[in-house]
């Protein structure tokens, strides 16, 4: 099969979600089709990460720089004809055009579009060219728990592109033949009265890159992600400020370690000498293997975290909160602890951290529940039957 595939970033490296999920569902896709890969991107792309994108696309490879005042340009346009500003910010006319190109030149069986954001560009295309759209996450679920614990003054902006995103999700349902996402948690967000029609293909996680390693414990507490995105902001703020300190009345010694990419102001501020902020590291791996446990609470955001499935997947004793454990499905007190406040998420910290035979075999639990369920090459068939449908 001659299959187009659209992403709003170029996929690597794998230091953000979406950019994970293109990767692994390109790898395994270009063992079986011919990949012609159109992507965006608003930041160069560097030699490595074309050399281990490019031998996935035997159909082409084609990359669209999105210049900072055009992006300007087209988010004033969509705040004012009524499209969300996630739109606005990936959509632009002369990529238009050379992906209108690229479909004439390629003639795909089939297009694969990751992400609602880039829907735009296949909805003229829509009534003959089967299409495959992947919500992967509900944006406007995302935008509205945002604005929720936004300041007062911001609320009405982020609760204004919260309609505007949840009435383009379910428009957009209309201009492709198949729908995929993340979770079943997020599929129920979706604003449409077929949503039960849209195909759960789940995350998987790479358990010959990420296993079990042995190695001296140098901090106490992990959380990682892209410390620029705001639900991983909001959560290690929570962690520094009103976890850590609860965890600390009954551990003096424990110390918290946020590894990521570019943090935010927000995040660097909570350096100190118990709090670590690396920044950018080249394995991340390193982390993992030098703390004894990891922490994902998040309160903001959809969407299944790639984080705890890495975590699970090194034999990290995870504790998170239900918002992130109602993607992954694990069982409370069985594959990991999960927690509400902060006093819940600082008790079991706590004892996880005071009790290592526990902490032990609630790891090996998580780590044969990754391996069971997370698999990429299982979930990207489950995919790939999507596109062979009529």
């Not at 505007?164 to 349902?173: G, I, K, P, S, V």
């Not at 902020?277 to 994902?296: C, H, P």
């Amino acid at each position: 099969m001659k299959l187009l595939v659209l992403l709003s970033r170029f996929p690597y490296p794998l230091d953000k979600g979406d950019k994970l999920r293109a990767f692994h569902q390109l790898r395994y896709l270009a063992q079986r089709h011919e990949i012609c890969l159109f992507a965006l991107t608003d930041e160069p792309v560097s030699a490595s990460a074309l050399t281990a994108v490019t031998p996935l696309c035997a159909g082409g490879l084609h990359v669209h720089q999105l210049r900072r005042p055009r992006i300007a340009l087209n988010m004033t346009r969509a705040l004012t004809n009524g499209q969300p500003l996630q739109v606005g910010y990936f959509h632009n006319a002369t990529a238009q055009r050379c992906l209108d190109q690229l479909i004439t030149r390629f003639q795909p069986d089939h297009a694969y579009c990751q992400l609602i954001r880039m829907a735009e560009y296949l909805r003229p295309h829509a009534e003959r060219l089967p299409c495959t759209l992947d919500y992967m996450d509900v944006f406007s679920a995302g935008m509205l728990r945002r604005a929720e614990k936004a300041p007062q003054w911001q609320r009405p902006i982020f609760q204004l592109e919260a309609e505007r995103l949840r009435t383009y999700e379910a428009a957009a349902f209309g201009w492709f033949r198949h729908h995929t996402i993340i979770s079943d948690q997020d599929r129920q967000l979706i604003d449409h009265p077929r949503r039960a029609e849209i195909e759960v293909v789940l995350n998987g996680i790479d358990t010959n890159y990420f296993r079990p390693v042995q190695s001296k414990i140098e901090y106490e507490i992990l959380f990682c992600g892209n410390m620029n995105y705001h639900p991983n902001v909001d959560a290690a703020v929570f962690l520094a400020e009103e976890i850590l300190p609860l965890v600390r009345q009954r551990q003096p010694n424990a110390r918290l370690l946020i590894a990521g990419t570019t943090p935010a102001l927000r995040v660097q501020a909570l350096a100190s000498p118990t709090v670590t902020v690396s920044g950018w590291l080249s394995d991340i791996r390193e982390a993992y293997a030098a703390a004894g446990v990891f922490v994902a609470p998040m309160r903001v955001g959809t969407g299944l975290q790639n984080k705890l499935l890495e975590a699970m997947a090194m034999r990290l004793p995870c504790v998170t909160t239900p918002l992130a454990n109602n993607a992954l499905r694990g069982t409370s007190g069985e594959h990991l602890l999960v927690g509400q406040t902060a006093a819940e998420l600082a008790a079991h910290i706590s004892d996880l951290l005071a009790e290592a035979e526990q902490a032990k075999a609630l790891a090996q639990r998580g780590l044969e529940f990754v391996r069971e369920n997370y698999n990429w090459a299982t979930a990207t068939r489950r995919l790939e039957r999507l596109f062979e449908k009529p």
